[in-house]
C-alpha cells in the first residue's frame, strides 16, 4: 500500500461521512445528493484535475460507491472493486518509454533489437510506438545507457493475480474472473480511480428502524486506533452509536481453530495436505486460480467472521451482523452463496471512523477486563496467528504436533509460489497458511495506520489480555447450536 495516498482517503473518507450524515437525517435524495457534490467542489477552479466539471462527475462516483452501489463503468458488475473512469486517465499509456538519457547513439542497439518496428529515430531521441509495441522488453535490455524504462502502472503492479490491463483509451479493467477483490490496487492507485462498494447507509437504516443489529470486530481491531483504544471502547463507540452489542471475532478465531484442528489432524495421518479458509483473498485466490486444489486441499472450516455471525444468528434469530476489519475482501466473502448465514454486511476500519465522524461519536480510553477470546484468537491477524492457534488447539488435545512442517504464505507472491508447488505435488510442507496481505490483516489495505505502528500497540494491549486456552474458551459457547462447516451442513 503507498503511504502518499493522504489526500486521497480525506476525500473518499469526507464523501462518506457527509453521505452517511444525510443518511441518518432520511435525506439521500437526488437533491441533498446534488448540493452534496457542490459542497465538496464548489468551484469556479479545479482542485486537483483539469476542470470542475470532472472533478464533480469523480464525487458523484464517489457517491455511488459511499451507497453501494456501482459506478457508471460498472452498472452489470458484481464486484465491490470498481473503477472510478473520469478518474483514471493521468497513466501514461506507454509501457516502455525513451527518457532524456537517450544519445541517439550510432549502434542504435535499441532499433535492431526490436522485432515490431515500434521505434524510430526522432530528433533529440528515439521513439517508441505504444500501438506497434508488443513489451517484449528487448531494446530495454539492448540500449547501453539504460535510456529506455519499464513503466508500470501502479494498479497493475499492486495487483497479485494480473487481474488488471487496460483500454485502448489507456482506462483501467478489472478482470472479474481473475480478480480476488484483495483491494491492493485501491490504495496504490495514485489517483483515487479505484475503490469499493460501502454499506454505511444500510447499516444506518437498520439501526433507525430499531433492528437487532450487532458489530463483530475483527482482531486486527487491536492497536489500530492506538495502545489506549480497547476493544471495549469499540464496543462502547459502537452500542452508543446503535448497535445493539458488538463481539470480538477473536472469538471467532477460537472457534474456527478448534474446528480446523480437527481436519489438519485427520488430513495429517492420511498423508493429505491442507490451507487453511480464513482469508477471503487467498480463498479466492484458490477459487479463481487453483481450481483443483480449491476442491481437494481447502479446510472446509468457515472463517472466524463466518462462525460469529452464525453464533450470533443461532442465539438471536433474525438479527443483522456487520463485521468490522481491515479488509476488501471479507465483502465478496459475505455475499458467497456457498456460505451461508455469514455476516450481512461488512466495513472497513476507514468507513467505521466515518460513521462515527457522522454520528458524532468518538472512540475514548476505559479502562478493560472486557475480553472474548484466547490470546492465540487475538493473533489470528498477524501472519503465522491462524497456523499458531490451529497447533495450539492439537496440543491441548494431547496431539504430538513437533513433525508437522508448516507454509506461512504472506503476501499475493507467496501465496501463489505454495499454491503452484501444492499443485506441481512439490510442496514439502503439510499445511499452508495463506494470507494475501504482507504481514497478515495487520498488513490489509484498509488500515487506518501503518503496519509497524499497529503491530507496536498491539502488543501492548495485549499484555492486559488473560491467557485462557482456546478450548477452555469454547466451553461457555453453545457450539451444537450452529454449523462451523462452508457449507453450512452440521
Known amino acids: 500500500m503507498i503511504q502518499n495516498d493522504k489526500g486521497i482517503v480525506d476525500l473518499k473518507h469526507r464523501i462518506m461521512e457527509d453521505v452517511a450524515r444525510l443518511a441518518w437525517k432520511d435525506e439521500l435524495d437526488e437533491e441533498h445528493l446534488e448540493d452534496l457534490v457542490y459542497e465538496v467542489i464548489p468551484g469556479p477552479r479545479p482542485a486537483y484535475r483539469c476542470c470542475v466539471y470532472k ?47 537517450c544519445r541517439l547513439c550510432l549502434g542504435k542497439a535499441c532499433l535492431s533489437a526490436c522485432k515490431f518496428g515500434a521505434i524510430t529515430q526522432g530528433e533529440f531521441r528515439t521513439h517508441i510506438d505504444s500501438d506497434k509495441c508488443k513489451e517484449c522488453g528487448l531494446c530495454a535490455k539492448a540500449c547501453p545507457f539504460g535510456a529506455i524504462v519499464h513503466l508500470v502502472r501502479p494498479c497493475k503492479r499492486a495487483c ?30 495514485p489517483f483515487g480511480a479505484i475503490g469499493s462498494k460501502t454499506y454505511l447507509t444500510q447499516i444506518i437504516k437498520a439501526i433507525k428502524e430499531g433492528k437487532e443489529i450487532y458489530a463483530m470486530c475483527a482482531p486486527a481491531a487491536e492497536g ?141 480510553p476505559v479502562e478493560s477486563e472486557y475480553q472474548e477470546a484466547s490470546l492465540f484468537g487475538k493473533k489470528f491477524a498477524g501472519s503465522g496467528g491462524v497456523a499458531a492457534a490451529v497447533i495450539e488447539v492439537m496440543q491441548e488435545r ?53 503496519s509497524n505502528d499497529i503491530i507496536k500497540a498491539r502488543e501492548n494491549l495485549f499484555k492486559q489480555a488473560d491467557s485462557r486456552k482456546v478450548l477452555d474458551n469454547l466451553k461457555d459457547y453453545p457450539m451444537d447450536k450452529f454449523s462451523m462447516k462452508r457449507d453450512g451442513s452440521m
Not at 460498472?74 to 473503477?83: F, H, L, P, Y
Not at 486517465?89 to 509501457?95: K, P, R
Not at 489507456?170 to 483491494?183: A, S
Open 55 to 101: 472533478e464533480r462527475e469523480i464525487v458523484r462516483q464517489r457517491v455511488k460507491l459511499a451507497m453501494g452501489e456501482n459506478t457508471r463503468a460498472n452498472k452489470d458488475s458484481t464486484n465491490e472493486v470498481q473503477v472510478i473512469k473520469p478518474a483514471c486517465d493521468e497513466c501514461s499509456i506507454a509501457s516502455y518509454s525513451v527518457t532524456d538519457n
Open 160 to 189: 497479485p493475480v494480473d487481474a488488471i490491463s487496460f483500454d485502448e483509451y489507456g482506462f483501467c479493467k478489472i478482470d472479474e474472473e481473475k480478480c480476488i477483490h484483495c483491494g491492493h490496487c485501491i490504495h496504490n492507485c
Open 224 to 364: 489500530q486506533f492506538g495502545s489506549d483504544i480497547s476493544m471495549l471502547s469499540i464496543k462502547n463507540a459502537l452500542k452508543e452509536i446503535g448497535f445493539t452489542d458488538m463481539v470480538e471475532v477473536g472469538l471467532g478465531g477460537d472457534m474456527t481453530a478448534a474446528y480446523e484442528a480437527e481436519e489438519w489432524s485427520e488430513a495429517y495421518k492420511e498423508g493429505k495436505k491442507m490451507t487453511t479458509s480464513c482469508c477471503p483473498a487467498f480463498i479466492n485466490m484458490l477459487k479463481k486460480h487453483f481450481p483443483d486444489q480449491y476442491k481437494e486441499n481447502m479446510s472446509s472450516t468457515v472463517s472466524p467472521m463466518c462462525a460469529v455471525s452464525r453464533y450470533l444468528k443461532a442465539i438471536h434469530p433474525g438479527c443483522i451482523t456487520v463485521f468490522v476489519g481491515p479488509c476488501i475482501a471479507k465483502k465478496t466473502e459475505a455475499k458467497d452463496p456457498e456460505v451461508p448465514d455469514n455476516a450481512d454486511y461488512v466495513i472497513t476500519f476507514g468507513e467505521l471512523l466515518s460513521l462515527f465522524k457522522s454520528a458524532n461519536v468518538e472512540l475514548k
Open 398 to 450: 494431547g496431539e504430538d504436533t513437533k513433525d508437522i512442517k508448516l507454509e506461512k504464505c504472506a503476501g499475493g507472491n507467496e501465496c501463489k509460489k505454495a499454491l503452484t508447488l501444492l499443485k506441481l505435488g512439490r510442496l514439502p510442507a503439510d499445511f499452508i497458511e495463506g494470507m494475501i496481505c504482507v504481514g497478515g490483516c495487520v498488513g490489509g489495505p484498509s488500515n487506518t495506520v501503518a
